[in-house]
């Protein structure tokens, strides 16, 4: 071995959510790539995403994007399920890095499902979208798609926890449209869902499946590094940024990563 290592290589990935959901991600990105090191931006002064334009989540996209570029990023993970929806296309034109992005895994939910009826729970914006209903289209023709959109969810999740009434009561209303019609196989299309996995489960008949993307993306994350020739060079470092006030996340990233993280502000 021996000899310089390319100066891109050592570079971290970076990875961005509304908010906090991405962590989910961010889990299982470190899980597989430990020796990566990892740029993580919550951008929760513009929490939650799901309820914004397209317009402006495809700015905010392309701006987040080009920041996280100049800053030094050697790959990009679009760790919302809502900002891929809007953005994707655009940030993909906007930057140079490789881009890998999440989209609700109906594909999957199709391959498990004997019901015949599959589950979507994500944001109005991402259920609204073109992509989305491309997806739909192209993977579960002949097959019932309940998508149900899950307004207010993943700011509850942030802002009282993933165990309170609050919580609580939205999974109740939207939960119950999905067992009700006999889904067999639910896609938690948000990155904030996972975190209330267990109550969703609850929710359900016993045996209903839970999917998320975490596993997947960090699947293809690996793939795409390789195939650049941008694999490994990081020490596993981890930094979180904010584009909110630090204080005002720090607990809720201690609560949900089990381990004190430093957060800091960053504005894109
Ligand atoms: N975590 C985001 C997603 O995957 C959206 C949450 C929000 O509405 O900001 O769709």
């Given at each position: 071995m021996?000899?310089?290592m390319p100066f891109h290589m050592t570079h971290p990935i970076a990875v961005f959510d509304s908010g906090?959901?991405?962590?989910?991600v961010l889990r299982a990105l470190r899980a597989r790539l430990p020796q990566e090191d990892f740029f993580y931006f919550a951008d929760t002064r513009f929490l939650p995403y799901g309820d914004?334009?397209?317009?402006?989540?495809?700015?905010?996209?392309?701006?987040?994007?080009?920041?996280?570029?100049?800053?030094g990023a050697k790959a990009l993970v679009i760790a919302c399920n809502t900002a891929t929806a809007a953005a994707a296309e655009a940030i993909r034109a906007a930057i140079k890095l490789p881009v890998v992005a999440l989209e609700p895994g109906v594909k999957p939910a199709v391959a498990l499902s004997k019901s015949g009826v599959i589950g979507v729970?994500?944001?109005?914006?991402?259920?609204?979208?073109?992509r989305f209903q491309r997806l739909v289209g192209r993977h579960a023709d002949g097959y019932r798609v309940i998508a149900q959109a899950c307004p207010g969810l993943a700011e509850a999740i942030e802002q009282t926890g993933a165990d309170s009434p609050q919580v609580a009561a939205l999974l109740d209303g939207f939960v119950a449209p999905l067992a009700a019609a006999g889904a067999d196989v639910v896609v938690l299309g948000c990155t904030h869902y996972p975190l209330v996995a267990e109550a969703i489960a609850a929710r359900l008949p016993a045996g209903v499946k839970l999917l998320d993307t975490g596993e997947p993306v960090?699947?293809?994350?690996?793939?795409?590094?390789?195939?650049?020739?941008?694999?490994?060079?990081?020490l596993g470092r981890l930094t979180v940024a904010t584009s909110g006030a630090p204080a005002t996340v720090i607990a809720t990233v201690n609560r949900l990563w089990g381990k004190h993280l430093a957060v800091e502000h960053w504005e894109p």
């Open positions: 021996g000899g310089i906090l959901g991405g962590l989910t914004r334009p397209e317009s402006f989540l495809k700015e905010r996209g392309v701006l987040i994007a080009r920041a996280l570029e100049q800053r729970l994500a944001t109005t914006r991402t259920l609204h979208s073109e960090a699947r293809q994350l690996d793939r795409l590094l390789m195939a650049e020739n941008l694999l490994g060079g990081g």
